[in-house]
């Protein structure tokens, strides 16, 4: 499993979720009587392991390969500071930028961690037209949307091949129970163990790579979200709006719940 970062932390629902669909699965495998050993075969797993990431690595670059395996990460770890934490940051910029001028904010610029804020202000700084930073800005918001949308069709490829792949498996064991159908019991043995196949085949598929995949989808229109909030703040900046208007505006971004109530003003 991935490591977290700076700023991460570990993504209860989908552990919780692979725990809770792998404990149905076998609880209710266990329920009908069934072993834990009849669910085992070494050889039907590296069918179906081998076969898909075989086919996996035909279907993409090995550019695009390490890229969604990095993205694992978007799996299993979050962001521990949400939209809220951004919008102080970007009024406290704001803010200072009223007082003291833009150009003030050249050393807080440079030293801010995230690298699209950076940019954002620092083009900003050093007097960059508007238009021009925004336009800037939102293509390279639209490209690492792009690349994130390739990464994750890696996964989605991975969990279309695997069920094959495991279908694959199944008749290859039945091709091999059928070269000894004369002893009914190995026959019947035979036959459950080729099935294990693709059960292997279509469980990663539906239980990881395709959840994977659309986690890893939502995660991207976050991670977009974030970033166009930023840009708000940042032209904002440019515009030498109020730090309070700047802080009305990227509240937008906020689900309805973390929204700070708005008094009720006096008739």
């Known amino acids: ?16 979720g692979l725990f809770l669909a792998a404990a149905g699965i076998l ?5 009908e ?35 969604a395996l990095a993205r694992l990460r978007d799996v299993f770890f979050q962001p521990a500071a949400g939209h809220a934490a951004t919008i102080e940051s970007i009024v406290g910029y704001a803010t200072l930028a009223r007082k003291n001028g833009i150009v003030s904010l050249e050393a807080e ?44 069709k ?11 792949i495991g279908i694959i498996g199944a008749v290859l064991g039945l091709i091999l129970v059928m070269e000894d159908i004369k002893d009914i019991n190995k026959v019947g043995h035979g036959i459950a163990a080729a099935f294990v196949a693709t059960i292997y085949g279509v469980g990663i598929a539906n239980l990881f790579f395709l959840p994977a995949a659309h986690k890893i989808k939502i995660r991207a229109q976050s991670e977009r979200e974030r970033r166009e909030l930023m840009l708000e703040g940042v032209t904002g900046i440019v515009e030498g709006m109020n730090p309070k208007l700047i802080r009305l505006k990227l509240e937008a ?13 006096g008739k």
């Open 109 to 152: 610029a440079s030293a801010i961690a995230d690298p699209f804020l950076r940019k954002s202000l620092m083009l900003a700084v050093d007097g960059a037209d508007l238009q021009e930073l925004r336009t800037m800005m939102e293509l390279e918001i639209d490209i690492a949307e792009q690349q994130t949308e390739r990464e994750a």
């Open 154 to 164: 890696v996964y989605e490829s991975a969990g279309g091949f695997a069920p094959t």
């Open 253 to 265: 971004f906020l689900d309805e719940q973390d929204r700070p109530a708005q008094k009720p003003r």
């Open 1 to 16: 499993m991935a490591k977290p970062r700076g700023g991460e932390r570990l993504d209860l629902g989908s552990a919780a």
């Open 33 to 67: 009587n069934g072993r834990p050993h009849q669910m085992v075969g070494i050889s039907a797993a590296l069918i179906v392991f081998g076969g898909t990431f075989g086919a996996t690595m035909v279907a993409n670059s090995p550019e695009l390969l390490r890229g």
């Open 27 to 31: 609880g209710g495998f266990w329920l």
